[in-house]
């Protein structure tokens, strides 16, 4: 385990643990093709092999017969996509991974990438929300040639301000010098950025705590999730920050825009709910459009869910949603019900090759006929104007082709990933359901292509397929890279 400051046991919002007796047996953290390394093309190209890789957490899974302590599996794109075999499973028993794998760590509740060193490879960062008795904490793992390998932990600067260190993660250049920036959020009121310039030697160039409380009414409290793009295009990353404001306790999105001189605030999206933010460009004009979604419990009941767009503009997001989508709206397969969780988990990123970014939307609570809370998965596109529900397609795994049968608790749809794992430019839809096989869990992957995400050739690995035990408490596809 890593050493942080120890702190009161927080109640987790996870699902209740059990014990198993399966444990992981540690293995060559290195099971991918060695690949010729090129620049970090892109964010998450583990091998530089030109083709995005994909990393999915299952962060209950025992290891060395501790139980809850967490795994990671990174599945490495090729030209035919992602297979089980080209895989790297990663722990904190792992040789060359910083701790020791033990109870309640909950390695991988969050995951981000980049290329953090500019050695033209990314790199993968995860988070530990229960290490330390919550204290949390972040390791880097290197990219290389052969794959991921080695890792390096990001220090809490903080530990006595807040708990869950490392709860929400996000990579981008904020201050426009050309290398990689890490942000890390917490429990508390404090984010903190970790400045480009990392090297193996000495982690981050510098570090400063970002200025969440220079406005009345705009201090953060608990950073639920990290997102980053450049919403005014000027090419310099930007900071979304999805969590509660501290004076009001509204939930909502700020959003920081990066400069030389740091990362100021420029709006606060609020909403009603527990909420999630994905960025991405869905109507193709060069700025990074917001979509965010609020779902769960707004303080009287259990809403269904809905999903906002904001568009980007070279003043920042502009404060008026586009559109707001439900399974309401027309064109959106299904309906409206209490308790769905439409918009749990989110990604966005162009499906079809139209030049418009398309925007994955969870709902884990979904019912189908009499299996409850088996889950479900909806396509939004993209357009010139933006988010649209015209085209909406939807995914369960009662879906002709997908693999498998929609069963109550599979929660499929508990993380989504939009990529292209393939190389042919359009992006593949990966989704997790954590409660496959009560409650292992399991990882899909479908294909993109000109008429949307297709079910042919479609993909699903379990746990004994990606190296992780074969039963027990897991959780796999519960945390997917954002």
């Given amino acids: 385990m890593l050493q942080h400051h120890r702190r009161k046991r927080l109640p987790s919002l996870a699902l209740a643990t059990a014990t198993v007796a399966a444990a992981l047996t540690a293995g060559p953290l290195l099971t991918a093709v060695p690949a010729t ?7 998450d190209d583990f091998n530089g092999d030109g083709y995005r890789d994909l990393a999915t957490a299952a962060p209950y899974t025992p290891v060395g017969g501790k139980t809850d ?3 990671v599996v990174v599945n490495y794109g090729s030209a035919n996509g992602i297979s089980a075999s080209r895989r790297t499973v990663i722990t904190q028993n792992t040789a060359g991974i910083p701790g020791t794998a033990e109870k309640d760590d909950r390695f991988g509740t ?9 050695d033209g490879y990314a790199d993968l960062v995860i988070g530990s929300n229960g290490e330390n008795a919550y204290a949390g904490a972040v390791v880097i793992v290197w990219g290389s040639r052969s794959g991921l390998s080695g890792g390096q932990t990001v220090p809490d600067p903080a530990p006595s301000a807040h708990d869950e260190y490392g709860m929400s993660l996000a990579v981008g250049d904020f201050s426009g010098d050309g290398r990689a920036d890490l942000a890390i959020g917490s429990t508390g009121s404090d984010i903190w950025i970790h400045r480009g310039g990392f090297t193996k030697a000495s982690g981050a160039a510098s570090r400063y705590e970002l200025a969440t409380d220079l406005y009345p009414g705009s201090s953060i409290y608990g950073a639920q999730s990290l997102a980053a793009g450049d919403v005014n295009g000027d090419g310099t990353a930007d900071l979304v920050v999805s969590g509660s404001q501290a004076e009001t306790y509204d939930d909502g999105t700020f959003v920081y825009l990066g400069s030389a001189s740091g990362l100021t605030r420029q709006t606060f999206l609020r909403n009603g709910a527990d909420e999630l933010a994905a960025v991405g460009d869905l109507n193709g004009d060069g700025y990074a459009d917001v979509v965010t979604s609020t779902y769960g419990d707004n303080g009287v009941t259990s809403v269904g869910g809905s999903v906002n767009a904001y568009l980007g503009s070279a003043d920042g997001v502009r404060t008026r949603a586009q559109t707001t989508i439900t399974q309401d709206s027309p064109g959106v397969p299904g309906s409206d019900e209490e308790g769905d969780w439409f918009g749990n988990a ?13 925007v994955a939307v969870g709902t884990i609570h979904e019912t189908l006929g009499t299996a409850k809370i088996a889950g479900s998965v909806t396509v939004l596109r993209g357009s010139a104007t933006g988010l649209t529900a015209t085209g909406a397609q939807s995914f369960t795994q009662n879906t002709a082709g997908v693999p498998g049968t929609a069963e109550s608790a599979d929660r499929f749809g508990a993380s989504v990933r939009l990529s292209d794992l393939n190389g042919d430019r359009k992006a593949d839809l990966s989704v997790g359901a954590d409660g496959e096989n009560h409650p292992a869990g399991a990882l899909y992957s479908l294909r993109g292509s000109a008429s949307g995400v297709t079910t042919n050739r479609a993909i699903s690995f379990g746990p004994g397929s990606t190296g992780l035990p074969t039963s027990g408490y897991l959780r796999l596809g519960q945390v997917m890279l954002r």
């Fill in 110 to 118: 969050s995951l981000t990438s980049g290329d953090l060193n500019r």
């Fill in 346 to 358: 989110l990604s966005i990123a162009d499906i079809n090759g139209d030049g418009y970014g398309d």
């Fill in 37 to 43: 390394a090129a620049p970090a093309k892109y964010a």
């Fill in 69 to 71: 302590a967490g795994a």
